[in-house]
């Protein structure tokens, strides 16, 4: 098994604390950051010995900056510099350096001098039995490809000058795994795994404030990684995140979110290998929405029982009842201390055994002997996923309440939940969402809140009817939202509906008025249409031959809000030209 190393650039905290927390994590290695060490009380041969009493191995210092093509009357002050930093790197045991093309702008356009400046440092690293590998910054003044930097590395042409290979900087500059081609591996010094999404921006602050860990980005990273791997090198892989969620975030939380991305990449690179053993059993090619689970009160009763819910039976030993609207199934259970959702996908055992590979925590439930198997797992944002064998199946979650309840009218089912998350934990919640359950998201969309903004994507199988949408409110609020914030049933005529929620004493969210004039501007609907979406506040999207109709209630006190919608001619989003209207409806 590959190495796994991870930079202490890529923890909050300091020094001494990030060491012990990448030890506990599990890790093999470690990258010495160059500004962590310097502001530690800890000497060189202080954090050597401390990872040797932690079992880590010191594989890289970094990173020195602005070492090539520089003006030759300003050489000298480099190798003086560059050989104290050498002395720092032998002392930690680091048997790389890390340096990194120049961004000055007085840097020299010229491959030669670059080379011929590198092997000069090469000089001084062998003498000290170290390696250089040299990297090619995304935002470099004219080294900022991988190929350029293999360029002046081949120019070089010195045994201890090799290339470093960094996934961001060469992803982000819009080449691939076929930029490597030809590059030995034996001459690949280090190899820098990050993600990232897909942003129009600034390199340089894409690269220090939107970095994330290996799943949780866009980026092809495998194919890189797998390309290095091909070449024959041997080092380890070693995670280098900058982001704001890193500095934020609880160091042992980014460790262990750290250590379970490589064991996704691994699994990755593994299944491209026809001769390779996968980590994990394979994501599920399908997943449908099963259940909704809401904690026991008599106001959820209520609730259900207006909204058109009917009590369709009980666990066989535990305090959980089944409740039902056509195909919309609803569990309230007495043990439960928030929302639950319930996923539908086979096999149940395959799903359990990736959730455990992949470190994702699972849920303590106590089972009987003769309860079916409905394994739990925690997502980041705190929401219990259980999942559930499809229909008739051994491990059908029905099967634990007796006989099965006839077809009966109503709606549809779960169209799709929204889950709100902090943005310190929306990396992993996308991670959670697509390297166990096999989600792909769809393009972000932001929404202007009466209060901030709120982010969103929506994430959906490639195959099933499993829909969830992931908010992150940036809100000025106190406590903004988290966990379970909407739930989307689905029906066959929505303003029927409406018209038997209202006489239910159903609460539904108040629509302006102004809407249905924009409404009308927009679309032109008949005015006996637009009078009837008017009267019932109901809101209406339209793309190409497919409408949405949807209503909601107001934030519920169980802390969602209800949305019933009816889809027409294969719409397939979800109205998001309506959602700053439901948000500024729902922050009165």
């Known amino acids: 098994m590959t190495r796994r190393s991870i930079a202490t650039v890529s923890l909050s905290g300091l020094l001494a604390d990030k060491l012990a927390t990448i030890?506990?994590?599990?890790?093999?290695?470690?990258?010495?950051?160059?500004?962590?060490?310097?502001?530690?009380?800890?000497?060189?041969?202080?954090?050597?010995?401390?990872?040797?009493?932690?079992?880590?191995?010191?594989?890289?210092?970094?990173?020195v900056r602005d070492v090539e093509g520089v003006r030759p009357a300003d050489f000298p002050a480099v190798v003086r510099r560059v050989a104290r930093k050498l002395d720092v790197a032998a002392a930690l045991g680091a048997p790389v350096v890390l340096l990194c093309s120049n961004v000055r702008a007085d840097a020299i356009d010229d491959p030669d001098l670059s080379a011929a400046q590198l092997a000069v440092l090469g000089d001084l690293a062998a003498e000290r039995g170290l390696v250089l590998a040299f990297e090619a910054l995304a935002w470099g003044r004219h080294v900022d490809r991988v190929g350029q930097a293999w360029d002046v590395v081949r120019r070089a042409d010195h045994p201890a000058v090799t290339l470093a290979v960094d996934t961001f900087h060469l992803l982000s500059r819009g080449d691939d795994a076929r930029a490597l081609a030809g590059v030995p591996g034996d001459r690949i010094g280090f190899l820098?795994?990050?993600?990232?999404?897909?942003?129009?921006?600034?390199?340089?602050?894409?690269?220090?404030?939107?970095?994330?860990?290996?799943?949780?980005?866009?980026?092809?990273?495998?194919?890189v990684v797998e390309a290095v791997l091909g070449a024959g090198y041997d080092g380890p892989l070693s995670l280098e995140v900058f982001s704001d969620v890193v500095r934020e975030s609880p160091a042992a939380t980014t460790a262990r979110d750290a250590l379970r991305s490589l064991v996704h990449l691994e699994d990755d690179l593994a299944r491209r290998d026809p001769a390779a053993v996968p980590v994990a059993p394979p994501a599920p090619e399908r997943a449908d929405a099963a259940f909704l689970e809401l904690p026991a009160s008599p106001a959820t009763d209520d609730l259900l029982a207006r909204l058109g819910f009917t009590l369709a039976g009980w666990h066989h030993h535990k305090p959980v009842a089944r409740w039902r609207n056509g195909s919309a199934?609803?569990?309230?259970?007495?043990?439960?201390?928030?929302?639950?959702?319930?996923?539908?996908?086979?096999?149940?055992?395959?799903?359990?055994?990736?959730?455990?590979?992949?470190?994702?925590?699972?849920?303590?439930?106590?089972?009987?002997?003769?309860?079916?198997?409905?394994?739990?797992?925690?997502?980041?944002?705190?929401?219990?996923?259980?999942?559930?064998?499809?229909?008739g199946e051994d491990d059908d979650w029905r099967r634990d309440f007796g006989a099965a309840a006839p077809e009966q009218d109503g709606w549809l089912g779960i169209d799709h939940v929204g889950v709100a998350v902090p943005a310190r934990t929306l990396n992993e919640e996308v991670a959670f969402l697509r390297t166990l359950?096999?989600?792909?998201?769809?393009?972000?969309?932001?929404?202007?809140?009466?209060?901030?903004?709120?982010?969103?994507?929506?994430?959906?199988?490639?195959?099933?009817?499993?829909?969830?949408?992931?908010?992150?409110?940036?809100?000025?609020?106190?406590?903004?939202?988290?966990?379970?914030?909407?739930?989307?049933?689905?029906?066959?005529?929505?303003?029927?509906?409406?018209?038997?929620?209202?006489?239910?004493?159903?609460?539904?969210?108040?629509?302006?008025?102004?809407?249905?004039?924009?409404?009308?501007?927009?679309?032109?609907?008949?005015?006996?249409?637009?009078?009837?979406?008017?009267?019932?506040?109901v809101l209406y999207d339209r793309a190409g031959d497919g409408e949405l109709l949807h209503a909601y209630t107001p934030v519920l006190p169980q802390g969602f809000c209800v949305e019933l919608l009816e889809r027409r001619g294969g719409y397939d989003g979800y109205g998001a030209a309506n959602t700053h209207v439901r948000l500024a409806a729902q922050a009165l």
């Not at 009380?41 to 970094?62: H, I, M, T």
């Not at 690269?207 to 495998?222: A, E, I, L, Y």
């Not at 959906?460 to 969830?468: E, F, I, K």
Request: hydrophobic content about 45%.
């Open 23 to 63: 030890a506990a994590a599990g890790f093999d290695g470690v990258e010495i950051f160059d500004n962590d060490l310097v502001a530690s009380p800890l000497s060189p041969e202080d954090v050597a010995k401390r990872c040797a009493d932690l079992g880590l191995r010191v594989e890289l210092f970094q990173p």
């Open 192 to 223: 820098q795994v990050a993600d990232a999404p897909l942003l129009d921006m600034d390199v340089l602050e894409w690269s220090r404030h939107h970095r994330c860990f290996p799943g949780q980005g866009t980026m092809d990273v495998t194919g």
């Open 329 to 391: 199934e609803v569990l309230v259970n007495a043990g439960a201390a928030g929302p639950a959702l319930g996923i539908a996908t086979a096999p149940v055992a395959q799903v359990a055994e990736r959730a455990h590979a992949l470190l994702w925590p699972s849920v303590s439930v106590a089972r009987a002997t003769d309860d079916t198997r409905l394994p739990g797992i925690t997502s980041p944002a705190g929401v219990p996923v259980f999942v559930s064998a499809p229909a």
């Open 437 to 537: 359950l096999g989600l792909e998201p769809a393009a972000l969309e932001e929404f202007i809140d009466p209060h901030g903004r709120v982010r969103s994507r929506a994430f959906r199988p490639a195959s099933g009817d499993l829909r969830l949408v992931v908010n992150v409110p940036d809100v000025a609020a106190a406590r903004p939202p988290a966990g379970v914030v909407q739930v989307a049933f689905r029906c066959t005529d929505l303003l029927a509906e409406v018209r038997r929620l209202r006489a239910a004493g159903v609460p539904l969210m108040p629509v302006p008025d102004n809407y249905y004039a924009d409404l009308d501007a927009r679309f032109e609907l008949a005015p006996a249409f637009l009078a009837e979406l008017r009267e019932h506040g």
